[in-house]
């Protein structure tokens, strides 16, 4: 069944994941640089800064999230990082692809090999027509290349897929015949087919209950792994960022914060969990505190910054 | 293609109702367009092939002959330009027919000469005045035959093949023993015998014009069988057209009209040396036109070759040709008069037809625009999600036009195959290639237009409100939408100032064009100003406490624009198109009506041939079941008032009778009373009062005049002037009462009694009144004219019945398509609507509020539609009004294209009925919509809904 291209490339990946567990330097071997990302549209005439300047990097093989109030400006970025919609400024590259500089042939290749969607609608990922398998290979086809040559190749790999997602009983179903996890996980075989470097979703769990939620979850966790895809996760659901490794909120059209979590395993053999929370550092070197610091110290206009030896202290300006 | 994922099938098994409404659709279009080109050659193919059918033999046919005063040499004596020398029988046949073969070798296509109907002959008519053919007398004791008017019969002699000839009696007539016999022998028709009382050994004289002979004995010696109805209408009969039976003739003499009888007589081929002393010989040949070789469209080459034969190059080549017979001869034919006739009928019916055929089309092309727009909105989410996941322009491309295909293609082999099975035409090709044009431009027009939304990879924004009342036309839409506002009004402008394209000009693309400009500016404007109506009537509904006024109005601002706009625009070109159709429509009828009225000048109408309507026969016809007023008139055409510079016709009638006649047909209505009221000093020596027309009265004046007519000279005086009247409907006129005129002219005839023209008015059976006449015996003696077989005879004029039927047709089309139009936008809506009705259910909507929810949401554009739709309509009439000609469609009845320019004046049925029948049945389909909806399970609706 699996050709040895797949073993290499499989190999390959979960090498990289497993060397790259550390927090990527700015824009140094990371997959997904933003820099400084402004996107301006027209709405009736009036203008909306959906992006204010967004700060992002996304290591190869990270499993992330981007969270943020409806309107703060992430399901624009997803849609850049699709290659759906144009910065109006700054600077974006996914892989070697510049995403303000690509011509429509450019941009086409870039859709089929690059990166692979998932959105909110179940329905509005899966072709109704077609069966699940159908709709795994259509991306395959419409990409024009079968890499690994031929529809029986391409007929393989949908069914892997399918299994390793865990609806390979659904593989001739119709999507009205499955469940809404069934279809979100097919849907995700489907962004898959093509071997993308990037797996985006856009509110995956939206329109499920919380079990299946989690379990779609799993499904992102096992692509991750086992593929070594890159996944970048859109939500407006705080609680998504107990799922993955790295959050990063959006506020006001600018990546404001971000937790890390550590997984660590004591010498008793018992994990815990530990989190941080940072402010995201521009490559100006600024830095957004989150409002409810900022409010707890009445901090306003300016503060006062202090160099100690390993941190930089922050104090509210003292009253005359 | 090799495709591991199947695409067609599923997609078409997906929605197999669109693809099959879709197919129906193209079906319906490709038809029609095919049908276009098919119909119009086949009625002006049917137009000239009757047009020629019924036109004499001189209108069907190429005459050959000498010109006059030139001999051909077949006759010796004669002055020649060239010379065979004295020919026996034999040989002038074997010239005859040589001649023939030279002239018909001339004659090429796309003329085609039926040859077995060439005829040829000599013949020798004398000309006397106003007689023609030699007054025959007989030797003493005998009759030369029937004298009506104490005129003896008069014939001319004719020699021609006697090889289609019957014997019935004797033998056919032999060469005389030499030139100067003084006798000849001939036979006659059974017909000619038998009114003429003519046998076998009759002896009959003729007068010869020459200073040496008195006369020329002619003796009969067989008698042939007459030609049938059929063969009389052949150039052999139709060519000597007195040789099967003999025809009364009149000749004007002073105060009354003589009648004789003529007929023609056969000599043999060896007698026509001796003609000359009878007659000038004249020979002819006739090239009749087989039936059915011309089509419509070889009407300009044949006039052409018309032109040649009569006048140049093959008529020079006939005047040079070696053969001493042919040579010299010229060519001339009726058939270039009457193709110059059709062709300029035809030219003048085709903006007509043209404005019918755009409409429809222009009704056509939006209701395939609003299927491939409604097309577009629904696929939206599918065409991204593939252009999403990398799917090429081409690629897309390729598989949407195979998709549209699918259902196109088996459509319009349908809609191709059933216009030419059921049409079928010579314009085979030309159909084929319209009906194919449509293919191509449907299939490929909804892959188009989807491509062209989704051209572009941002998908279209979702939160931004694309509906009716809201949308904000973009810059580019002003000024594509103000540049045809600038066309539509320089197309009416040009077409008012130019008035109607020179007759023969062709087709005028503007004249095509602009009524579907005017249709579609129309709608542009009407969709700018629609939500502004809409604005208003929400308002006070907003007010009020009931929500289904609200909701209605708030769903009908918020329709999607493809669903609302597209199907106004069908609705109003169709709207246009049938409103100025059925004006056009019932102004040809209207004008039909008047023209026969001005014709007979009452619904029946016996004239007089002779002496007069027998007065039985008059009164019996006055009884007549179903007369509503009758009278006779006596008259005198050509009365001459004061001086006598001034001829007017006379009527002479009873005053009540005829005023009764006059009021019912509505032709100048009178008070009896006018014309009888006495002035002082009756007799002889009071002047008789008339009325007249305003030309006639203008020369009467106000002071008392005389007038001379058959009857005498009397003193008139005018009491009235009449716009027209029905005895004499078209032109001036005079009218006295009959009994005080006769007695100031002291007129004591006989005829006086019998009057020349009886008018009948009120639904008469002219079966009956031609029943009663040849009861009466009297058949020879009237005409009968009845203006409902006038009327029938303009209905059936082959090329104005054809383009009015075709006008008719397109009128319908357009109507039906907008109906389509209207079905459609409310089917795709319909799954939605439903599932709004069943949310409301469940909230506790009432069913009957439920009708009248979707009745208001819908309405509003439908009562749009249809208001502005016949203002269009009502202002296309004027407005391109001068540019339609009812002349040619409303036709003449002799035949002469008396075109006299009349535009269509706007009435108020024509003008509001489209839009009420279109209004009720969109009405109909709303509310059986309701029905539908109202009868299924909340639950399986809302289910329904949400799949939608």
Known sequence: MSTGMDDLTLDELRRQVAGDQGRPRFGQDALIVCERVVRIYQAEGVEVQALQGLDLTVAKGELMALVGASGSGKSTLLQILAGLDVPTAGKARVGESDLLAMDAKARLRYRREVVGFVWQQTARNLLPFLTARQNVQLPMQLAGTHRSGGRRAARARAVELLELLGVAECRDRRPHQMSGGQQQRVAIAVALANRPDVLLADEPTGELDSETGALIFDAFRTVNAELGATVVIVTHDPMVAGEVRRTVAVRDGRAATEVLRRTATEADGTETVTEHEYAMLDSAGRVQFPRQFLEALGMEHRVELLLERDHIQVRPEESQ | ?948
């Open chain 2, 1 to 948: 293609m090799r495709s591991s994922v199947p695409w067609l099938w599923p997609r078409l098994r997906h929605r197999p109702a669109a693809t099959v409404w879709t197919g129906v659709l193209v079906a319906a279009l490709v038809f029609l367009t095919t049908a276009l080109p098919l119909t119009l050659a086949r009625y002006q193919d049917t137009a000239l092939d009757t047009t020629l059918r019924q036109a004499p033999v001189t209108g069907r046919s190429v005459e050959a002959s000498p010109p006059e005063g030139v001999g051909i040499g077949i006759v010796p004596g004669e002055t020649a330009q060239t010379t065979v020398g004295p020919a026996g029988g034999a040989a002038m046949q074997a010239a005859m027919a040589t001649a023939a073969d030279q002239v018909e070798a001339q004659i090429g296509a796309p003329l085609r000469i039926d040859t077995s109907q060439v005829s040829w002959g000599i013949q020798a008519v004398q000309h006397a005045g106003n007689e023609t053919g030699a007054a025959v007398s007989a030797p003493p004791g005998q009759s030369p035959g029937p004298a009506p008017d104490g005129v003896p019969p008069h014939l001319s002699v004719v020699w021609q093949p006697t090889g289609q000839l019957t014997l019935m009696t004797g033998r056919l007539p032999a060469a005389p023993a030499g030139a100067g016999a003084g006798s000849l022998e001939v036979a006659v028709s059974q017909a000619t015998a038998r009114t003429m009382g003519w046998h076998v050994g009759t002896r009959l004289l003729v007068p010869v014009p020459s200073v040496y002979r008195g006369q020329e004995q002619l003796t009969v010696v067989g008698t042939f069988r007459d030609p049938t109805a059929a063969e009389s209408r052949l150039p052999y009969w139709a060519g000597a057209s007195l040789l099967g039976a003999p025809s009364l003739y009149s000749i004007p003499a002073p105060g009354q009209t003589l009648h004789y009888w003529e007929a023609e007589v056969l000599v043999a081929p060896g007698a026509v040396r001796a003609l000359p002393q009878i007659a000038p010989p004249e020979p002819y040949w006739w090239f009749p036109v087989a039936s059915g070789s011309l089509n419509a469209g070889q009407v300009g080459p044949a006039l052409d070759m018309l032109a040649s034969l009569t006048n140049g190059d093959r008529a020079s080549t006939l005047l040079t040709t070696d053969d001493p017979v042919s040579s010299g001869l010229t060519v001339q034919s009726d058939l270039t008069g009457l193709l110059t006739q059709f062709s300029a009928q035809r030219d003048a019916l085709e903006p007509v037809v043209t404005i019918g055929v755009a409409g429809t089309a222009g009704t056509a092309a939006a209701v395939l625009l609003m299927v491939f727009g409604l097309a577009t909105e629904r696929r939206t989410a599918e065409l991204a999600l593939l252009r999403a996941r990398g799917a090429g322009l081409r690629l897309l491309f390729g598989r949407l036009t195979v998709e549209s295909a699918a259902a196109t293609v088996p459509g319009a082999l349908v809609g191709i195959g059933a216009a030419l099975l059921l049409l079928p035409s010579r314009v085979w090709a030309t159909a084929l290639g319209y009906g194919l044009a449509v293919l191509l431009a449907a299939t490929l027009a909804g892959p188009l237009r989807m491509l062209a939304r989704h051209r572009g990879l941002r998908p279209a924004r979702t939160d931004l409100r694309t509906d009716l009342v809201r949308a904000r036309p973009s810059r580019r839409r002003t000024v594509v939408e103000l540049f045809l506002l600038v066309l539509t009004v320089a197309a009416v402008v040009a077409l008012r100032s130019r008035g109607l394209a020179p007759t023969g000009g062709g087709l005028d693309p503007l004249t095509a064009v602009a009524p579907v400009l005017l249709g579609l500016t129309g709608a542009l404007l009407l969709v700018r100003c629609y939500p502004l109506p809409l604005r208003l009537a929400a308002r006070p509904v907003t007010r009020r406490s009931g929500a289904v006024g609200f909701l209605g109005l708030a769903r009908a601002g918020r329709g999607g624009a493809t669903g609302s706009l597209l199907p106004l625009l069908a609705l109003l070109l169709a709207l246009t198109t049938t409103v100025f159709g059925a004006t056009v429509l019932s102004g040809v009828t209207e004008r039909r009506a008047a023209l026969t009225t001005q014709l007979v000048g009452a619904d029946v109408r016996v004239d007089a041939v002779g002496s007069g309507v027998p007065a039985q026969l008059a009164t019996a016809l006055q009884r007549l079941p179903g007369v509503r007023a009758g009278t006779g008139v006596l008259t005198d055409p050509l009365a001459q008032l004061g001086t006598g510079q001034t001829v007017v016709p006379l009527g002479l009638a009873d005053p009540a009778s005829y005023a009764r006649v006059s009021a019912s047909i509505g032709l100048g209505p009178f008070v009896p009373s006018l014309l009888t009221a006495r002035t002082a000093g009756t007799g002889s020596a009071g002047a008789v009062p008339v009325l007249a027309s305003p030309g006639a009265a203008a020369e009467i004046g106000s002071a008392p005049t005389t007038l001379t007519s058959l009857f005498g000279t009397m003193r008139i005086r005018l009491a009235g002037v009449l716009p027209s009247t029905p005895f004499t409907p078209g032109g001036d006129f005079v009218i006295a009462a009959q009994s005080p005129a006769l007695a100031a002219v002291h007129w004591s005839s006989a005829a006086a009694a019998t009057p020349s023209a009886v008018l009948l008015t009120g639904p008469v059976q002219s079966s009956a009144v031609k029943a009663l006449i040849a009861a009466s015996g009297a058949q020879s003696q009237v005409d009968v004219l009845d203006r409902s077989d006038a009327e029938a005879s303009l209905d059936a004029q082959p090329l104005p019945s054809g383009a009015v039927s075709l006008y008719q047709a397109a009128a319908l089309a357009a109507t039906l398509l907008a109906l389509l139009a209207v079905v459609l936008a409310l089917l795709q809506a319909a799954p939605e609507r439903a599932a709004l009705l069943a949310r409301l259910r469940t909230m506790g909507l009432r069913p009957r509020q439920g009708y009248a929810l979707i009745l208001t949401e819908t309405l509003p554009m439908l009562l749009l539609a249809a208001v502005a739709g016949s203002a269009l309509g009502a202002a296309s009439v004027p407005l391109l009004g001068s540019a339609v000609d009812l002349g040619p469609l409303v036709g003449s009845l002799d035949g002469t294209a008396a075109v006299t320019h009349a535009s269509p004046a706007l009435q108020l049925l024509p003008v509001v009925l489209p839009a009420a029948v279109l209004l009720v049945l969109a009405v109909a389909v709303v509310l059986a919509e309701a029905a539908v909806i109202g009868r299924r399970q909340i639950g399986v609706q809302l289910r329904a809904g949400d799949e939608a």
